[in-house]
């Protein structure tokens, strides 16, 4: 059944799902469906169930790059969390996949150029949202992160890392690295940095409106997010998405229809 967001956007919706449609995997499109009311969950997750490997991690999801098997496993992790999938064996496998990689500092490395604060932050911002992630791991990323959020300044991945862990996690530089994070993506988003349709992931990443230190109204960016699609239906590729146009569009769909208005 579709929501009252999906019939708000059908217009945006349906030409995003032509754009899907015409360039996507089957998964993209049960993605699409699910997103705008029209799927279930349960299908989606036994679709990305076929892919995950013995181990618990994943390879690359249909039509996208490789990014080795931290990253790919965290793209799927991100997929089931979207659908609302949190208890499940496949979950429980990927986090325990992740947390035999985390290093011995508490940090992750995905590929041998890695974007070490991004890779640490994302992965621990993801595994922080599962019931299966042992306090101790959480508890040697959260030192690891604390240590360095504040030395560099970060690109989106680290931010949007940062602010799903830190909103997630109860650490003791919790309140002061959320506040600086949120205060970082408002002042990235104002300068024209960070699209709205990355700043918009960031929340939906954190299952937020709002963070400590951003005073973003959500649905500023579900109007900017609305002007960012292209006549072809699909939204341009981003840091959120990879430069992927396809996870781009699925993202923004999300948006629409998860960000209050």
């Not at 996208?64 to 496998?93: C, I, K, M, Q």
């Not at 922080?128 to 991945?157: K, N, Q």
Request: with cysteine; charged share 25%.
């Amino acid at each position: 059944m579709r929501s009252p967001l999906a019939q708000r956007f059908a217009g945006p919706l349906e030409r995003a799902r032509s754009f899907v449609n015409a360039g996507g995997s089957d998964l993209d499109a049960l993605r699409l469906a699910l997103w705008s009311g029209e799927g279930e969950s349960a299908v989606l997750r036994e679709a990305l169930e076929k892919l995950q490997r013995p181990d618990g991690s994943f390879p690359a999801l249909p039509e996208r790059a490789d990014a080795g098997p931290v990253l790919n496993t965290l793209a799927a992790l991100h997929v089931l969390f979207d659908a609302r999938v949190r208890r499940a064996e496949s979950v429980e496998r990927a986090v325990g996949f992740l947390t035999d990689r985390q290093a011995e500092d508490g940090s992750w490395c995905g590929a041998p150029a890695d974007d070490l604060l991004a890779t640490t932050a994302l992965v621990a911002g993801a595994l922080a949202r599962s019931v299966y992630t042992r306090p101790d791991v959480l508890a040697a990323a959260g030192d690891w992160l604390a240590r360095r959020y504040d030395r560099e300044r970060p690109g989106w991945g680290a931010l949007a890392g940062l602010c799903a862990f830190f909103s997630s996690v109860d650490h003791e530089a919790g309140d002061t690295a959320l506040q600086w994070s949120g205060r970082a993506l408002e002042r990235g988003y104002r300068a024209g940095e960070f699209t709205s349709l990355e700043t918009a992931r960031v929340l939906l990443l954190c299952d937020a409106v709002g963070l400590p230190g951003a005073g973003i109204d959500p649905g500023e960016l579900v109007q900017g997010v609305l002007g960012q699609q292209a006549e072809d239906g699909g939204w341009p590729g981003c840091a959120a998405a990879g430069g992927d146009r396809i996870e781009a569009t699925l993202d923004a769909a999300l948006a629409l229809l998860r960000l209050p208005s």
